[in-house]
């Protein structure tokens, strides 16, 4: 059974850090494209930032410069720092998995194939 699970998340104070962190188990992920989403209530997930199985990362403008991806391809195939956060950076934050021809489509939460349970991620101001 293929799972994918977040942790890292949790409360943090505006201009504070967080580090999330994906395992994987089941399947060997190390020629995946990997993502970060997120989800605000009342709202559409949304893309974060992707790391693709040739190396390659993509942020949202929202996040750019304050939130690194990072992969090993091992047990934990993808993490996300997040420094300077924001109020508006609370969310459900999810990590998901596509198979690597998808990677046209990296930044579509809809082209992803598996997704963790998500983590849930408080900036308070």
């Known amino acids: 059974q293929v799972q994918l699970v977040e942790s890292g998340g949790g409360l943090a104070q505006a201009g504070g850090s967080l580090r999330l962190s994906c395992a994987a188990s089941?399947?060997?992920?190390?020629?995946?494209?990997m993502g970060w989403f997120r989800q605000a209530p009342g709202k559409e997930r949304e893309f974060v930032a992707t790391?693709?199985?040739?190396?390659?990362?993509n942020y949202a403008d929202s996040v750019k410069g304050r939130f690194t991806i990072s992969r090993d391809n091992a047990k934990n195939p993808v993490f996300l720092q997040m420094d300077s956060l924001k109020p508006e950076d609370t969310a459900v934050y999810y990590c998901?998995?596509?198979?690597?021809?998808?990677?046209?489509?990296?930044?579509?939460?809809?082209?992803?194939?598996?997704w963790g349970q998500g983590t849930q991620v408080t900036v308070s101001s």
């Open positions: 790391f693709s199985s040739g190396g390659s990362t």
């Open positions: 998901a998995a596509q198979p690597s021809y998808k990677v046209l489509l990296i930044t579509r939460h809809g082209a992803y194939n598996f």
């Open positions: 089941g399947r060997t992920f190390s020629t995946y494209n």
